[in-house]
């Protein structure tokens, strides 16, 4: 018996979205605008995940040394520098390599040349580049080695120069996150709400039913079944919508945003993300559907 | 088998008390067939709400097979209501349900078999005479279809009890005779008929019990009564 009301109420809710095309059409419409949105907000997620860590990939400070350093120094600096949970990527450049960068880029720029050929010798310094995780956690670093051990070898940290350009940096990537976060969360509580009142106008066209339904001996799961059956037709409905628009847009769009935002990669990321992306709209547009419509009926029946 | 006792039921119209039905006492024994008559607002669909458990009374009580009606858990009104087979003035179809599946909406939520709903429905579709128009959804019947669907909806199930509330009130001369005959023979078969009328040519051609109610009392009450508003 129970399998069979449970075939009646869905045969019930099919027949009821059929029934009410228009009314369908416009729930599904809304809710095709709040799961895009919600996916919409993951890839822009992503999108500023990414730009955030090219930006910071960008930045590093350097150590400079008195005088060359020994191997053994050397070993021991490092040891010390990677111990730290800050540093990332750490990496030594002897006064030949930074000769041999230096006049590498400026190849070809007389002035700059004569002018080292005139002061004689190398007169660069040895130094090491560290790479943070983050670029809050430069301060950090810079602080270690204030009191570091091997302190008298240090002849100069370019924190305090980059510092302005690192702050600015770190003020923008947190001020991107915040934003995005706030943003994220006011769009989809609107959404949310759009698509609640949508479901909420369409049931409210059958409290009259409902209340029918009721007086004529009508358990409230055999009345409320069919709207949650509706609900979930148009979520998936829904969904499905979403996510073909969704493929075909990524598709034709991402090589133009490859061009504006290089390496980003947004179809390789939407393609192998597919089953979470599918599974967030999923849980997004019948969940959406399915909760709404349990939440408007349940005002019609406790009456 | 129904006991009225007692009941007065109040409406507050913003601060202004309107009173439905006052201090109303009266018994309803199994298979009988009882008008209860009066002008608009004299409380006959009041008086079959409270039955129906629709309303909660001011005061009284109201037995239905020796349970208060309103001490009734929420969680059981539905399986109570399946008891009563219901003739609403305004029909109340459901609008997106064809003729059929208005029908067999009530024998479907009591859990039936597709089988019995397919043989009983087309037996109910065929003594209100709706077989023709059992795929029409109510807002493509005329008033008397509609009201014959309803008839329909109220029988399908065999209740113990129907309450027709003005069952005739869109119907023609022809019609409405059809409707109390019919309403008579389901009487005949066992089940107790409450029906709620100002059309007296009907209680008139009934000589049954009638009960007569004004401003929400009982005038009179007689055993096979012609009757005169």
């Known amino acids: 018996m129970i399998s069979a009301t449970f075939k009646r109420i869905i045969k019930s809710g099919w027949k009821s979205f059929r029934r009410n095309g228009g009314l369908s059409i416009a729930t599904i419409f809304i809710m095709v605008m709040t799961i895009s949105l919600v996916t919409s907000l993951f890839l822009s997620q992503k999108t500023s995940d990414f730009l955030i860590t090219s930006l910071e990939e960008k930045v590093d400070m350097a150590v400079y040394f008195t005088e060359e350093p020994t191997n053994e120094e050397i070993l021991t600096i490092q040891e010390e520098l990677a111990g730290l949970p800050e540093v990332k990527k750490l990496e030594y450049i002897s006064k030949e390599e930074a000769l041999a960068k230096f006049v590498e880029r400026h190849q070809g720029e007389a002035v700059i040349m004569e002018s080292l050929e005139e002061v004689g010798g190398n007169p660069l310094l040895s130094s090491i580049n560290i790479k943070a995780w983050e670029a809050s956690q430069y301060a950090a670093i810079s602080a270690f080695l204030d009191t570091a051990s091997f302190r008298p070898l240090i002849a100069k940290v370019d924190y305090s120069q980059k510092k302005p350009a690192i702050e600015k940096l770190f003020s923008l990537t947190s001020n991107i996150n915040t934003t995005g976060i706030v943003l994220s969360i006011i769009l989809a509580i609107v959404a949310i709400l759009i698509a609640f009142n949508t479901v909420r106008i369409a049931i409210y066209n059958s409290k009259e039913e409902i209340e029918t339904m009721r007086l004529v001996g009508a358990s409230n799961r055999f009345i409320r079944g069919p709207f949650l059956v509706q609900g979930m037709i148009s979520g998936i409905l829904a969904v499905l919508i979403t996510f073909l628009v969704f493929s075909v847009a990524v598709w034709f769009l991402s090589p133009k945003i490859d061009i504006i935002i290089p390496g980003l990669g947004l179809s390789s990321y939407f393609f192998s993300n597919f089953l979470v992306i599918l599974l967030l709209q999923l849980a997004a547009g019948v969940g959406l559907g399915v909760m709404a419509s349990f939440l408007a009926v349940r005002k019609y029946l406790k009456a | ?229």
């Open chain 2, 1 to 229: 088998m129904i006991s009225f006792q007692n009941i007065t039921k109040i409406y507050q119209l913003g601060s202004k008390p309107i009173t439905a039905l006052e201090n109303v006492s009266f018994e309803v024994e199994p298979q009988e067939f009882i008008s209860i008559v009066g002008r608009s607002g004299a409380g006959k669909t009041t008086l079959l709400k409270l039955l129906l458990a629709e309303e909660k009374p001011s005061s009284g009580v109201v037995f239905f097979l020796d349970q208060n009606v309103h001490q009734i858990k929420p969680e059981n009104l539905h399986k109570f209501r399946r008891e009563i087979g219901v003739v609403f003035q305004d029909y109340k179809l459901l609008p997106s349900k064809t003729t059929y599946e208005n029908i067999a909406y009530v024998m479907e939520v009591m859990g039936a078999s597709d089988e019995e709903i397919k043989n009983d429905v087309a037996k109910v579709l065929d003594i209100v005479e709706l077989t023709d128009r059992k795929d029409s959804f109510p807002e493509e019947l005329s008033g008397g279809e509609r009201q014959r669907a309803a008839i329909a909806r109220a029988l399908i199930h065999r209740p113990q009890v129907i309450l027709a509330d003005e069952p005739t009130g869109n119907l023609d001369p022809y019609h409405t005779k059809e409707i109390i005959r019919l309403l008579a023979k389901v009487n005949e078969m066992g089940t107790t008929i409450i029906l709620a009328t100002h059309n007296q040519d009907i209680i008139n051609t009934l000589e049954k019990r009638v009960i007569t109610l004004e401003g929400g009392k009982i005038i009179r009450d007689e055993a096979k009564a012609r009757f005169t508003l």
